[in-house]
T-cell receptor, first 114, second 115 residues
Framework: AQKITQTQPGMFVQEKEAVTLDCTYDTSDQSYGLFWYKQPSSGEMIFLIYQGSYDEQNATEGRYSLNFQKARKSANLVISASQLGDSAMYFCAMSGGSARQLTFGSGTQLTVLP | NAGVTQTPKFRILKIGQSMTLQCTQDMNHNYMYWYRQDPGMGLKLIYYSVGAGITDKGEVPNGYNVSRSTTEDFPLRLELAAPSQTSVYFC??????????????FGPGTRLTVL
């Protein structure tokens, strides 16, 4: 069975500063994917970034980067130069199983302060 | 493309009533999923389908049923609604390109309250 743990229920960051959201995972699979999704207060799920278990370089997408440490089973999301619009719930997820379904963590509520 | 659409957006049910949540995707994805999200929590998988005519249970299937007669549609049926089924329901679809990569495209969600 797969498990995702997000230990930060809430985080605050000052506008224009960087913030790291923690995610650790557990799986017995050799091949897996790690995802981060953003859920604003409007409720939709927005895909941010993906990291494959065999990818040697950390993934980056604009202001988002994924700090992947395979030996430590961590996949932290780094948001650089935070903006007020980054205030949202952030979910870490892992793909696996016969249908590559996603297992989600409990989320981190990020608030960006002006 | 509309992507993944879900109807209705909101619904209030009385205990014991039944309803069907509709989900349609126009991306020709083989894989479709139903998740529920309880307040302040992450999403949990209810049912999934890897193609028309093929469905299977996820982590929390009790009280739900699904069918997949076409590639596009994946309705979720609630029988005998209970207050514990108050949640936001998300439908998602995908076409996994490799074992590890499965970006799922989510619908806007259906907010269901059972009173």
């Amino acid at each position: 069975a797969q498990k995702i743990t997000q230990t930060q229920p809430g985080m605050f960051v000052q506008e224009k500063e960087a913030v790291t959201l923690d995610c650790t995972y557990d799986t017995s699979d050799q091949s897996y994917g790690l995802f981060w999704y953003k859920q604003p207060s409007s409720g939709e799920m927005i895909f941010l970034i993906y990291q494959g278990s065999y990818d040697e370089q950390n993934a980056t997408e604009g202001r988002y980067s994924l700090n992947f440490q395979k030996a430590r089973k961590s996949a932290n999301l780094v948001i650089s130069a935070s903006q007020l619009g980054d205030s949202a719930m952030y979910f870490c997820a892992m793909s696996g199983g016969s249908a590559r379904q996603l297992t989600f963590g409990s989320g981190t509520q990020l608030t960006v302060l002006p | 493309n509309a992507g993944v659409t879900q109807t209705p957006k909101f619904r209030i049910l009385k205990i014991g009533q039944s309803m069907t949540l509709q989900c349609t995707q126009d991306m020709n994805h083989n894989y479709m999923y139903w998740y529920r999200q309880d307040p302040g929590m992450g999403l949990k998988l209810i049912y999934y389908s890897v193609g028309a005519g093929i469905t299977d249970k996820g982590e929390v299937p009790n009280g739900y049923n699904v069918s997949r007669s076409t590639t596009e549609d994946f309705p979720l049926r609630l029988e005998l609604a209970a207050p514990s089924q108050t949640s936001v329901y998300f439908c998602a679809s995908s076409t996994p390109f490799r074992v590890s990569y499965n970006e799922q495209f989510f619908g806007p969600g259906t907010r269901l309250t059972v009173l």
